[in-house]
């Protein structure tokens, strides 16, 4: 079975690589972005028809989230037109797509964790594109799962985590806000939820169970919903580090793109359909941090 892997030096595609590594039971082919830019359609035929996959998983993504505000053409061609291709292309050779998508597709106003099939309106064009790019998968390839995930962060990469780290080690004082909530996600625990559900899958198909339809959309993250004030004070306080952290509004630290304030994910849906294991937000942040 081969499971072709677009945005391979991406936080997810990286930690997907590490896995991959040590499964010799399948096959998997990854692709920077050179190799293979999903925004370009020939490119991408070319590679359905050369390795005539089993799945898709797209770790491609444009993530620059302020930045999308004003390179709203390049956002809108990555996240949303090419993912549409790429559903197409696995529609024509009978792929699976598993794609990735965000908690930004919700406006924050909620108070609980939001569930797969609440009512989308994000507040930024990074979410408006991420939707689009939902809404062109499922419509273009029945045969696709979403998963929507939050505060995403690795030992790779450009993350919360890092930033937090360098920050902490050159500063005495910094400031966190603390009035958005949502849940950081550690990479490789989604890597490994990833590839659970590509096993499951590929268990339905070849039982040719795939009878039931179910709504595409999932939702992961780790288990736990802070503040970003919260997650920096873990991170401060696991390395034992001495800088002070402040709690500050969202008002005092204005960025060009909205966030939504609230952005919990309800998981027990992808926990129940693929037996996912969902580790605790501090357990998995000590992990990472030992990795690092
Ligand atoms: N990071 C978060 O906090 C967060 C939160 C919620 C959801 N997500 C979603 O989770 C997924 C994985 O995110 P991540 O944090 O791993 O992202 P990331 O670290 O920013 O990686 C994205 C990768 O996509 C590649 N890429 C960009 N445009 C491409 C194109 N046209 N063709 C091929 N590759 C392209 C980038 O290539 P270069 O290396 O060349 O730039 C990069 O390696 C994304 O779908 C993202 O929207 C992330």
């Known amino acids: ?8 030096n991406g936080q997810l595609g990286k930690e997907l690589q590490d896995i991959a590594s040590a499964d010799s039971t399948h096959k998997f082919v990854f692709f920077d972005r050179e190799e293979l830019n999903i925004a370009d359609k020939n490119v991408l035929q070319y590679a359905f028809e050369n390795y005539q996959p089993s799945f898709f998983i797209n770790c491609a993504a444009y993530t620059a989230v302020d930045k999308a505000e004003t390179e709203q053409e390049q956002a809108y061609l990555i996240n949303a037109e090419a993912v549409g291709n790429i559903a197409k292309q696995c529609q024509q050779s009978n792929t699976k797509l598993i794609h990735i998508s965000t908690d930004y597709v919700f406006n924050g106003k909620g108070t609980s964790p939001y569930k797969p099939d609440d009512k989308t309106d994000p507040v930024n064009y990074y979410g408006y594109t991420k939707l689009l790019g939902e809404q062109l998968a499922i419509n273009n390839n029945p045969n696709t799962n979403i998963i929507r995930t939050s505060w995403v962060y690795s030992k790779y990469g450009n993350n919360f985590v890092k930033t937090m780290l360098r920050l902490m080690k050159e ?14 996600t550690y990479a490789k625990d989604l890597a490994e939820a990833i590839l659970e559900i590509v096993d499951s899958e590929q268990l339905t198909v070849n039982n040719s169970l795939l ?38 509004p969202t008002t005092s630290y204005p960025t060009p793109a909205k966030r939504p304030a609230y952005s919990g994910l309800d998981k027990t849906k992808i926990a129940n359909t693929f037996n996912i294991h969902l580790k605790d937000w501090k357990q998995s942040l000590n992990e990472c941090l030992r990795a690092l």
């Not at 500063?171 to 950081?184: A, F, H, L, T």
């Open 211 to 248: 009878t039931t339809h179910r709504s595409p959309i999932y939702h992961f993250s780790n288990e736990g919903i802070i503040s970003w004030y919260d997650f920096a004070v873990a991170i401060k306080d696991i390395k034992q580090l001495d800088c002070v952290v402040n709690p500050i």
């Open 171 to 184: 500063r005495k004082e910094i400031n966190v806000v603390n009035d958005q909530r949502g849940s950081p």
């Open 1 to 8: 079975m081969t499971i072709l892997v677009s945005g391979k």
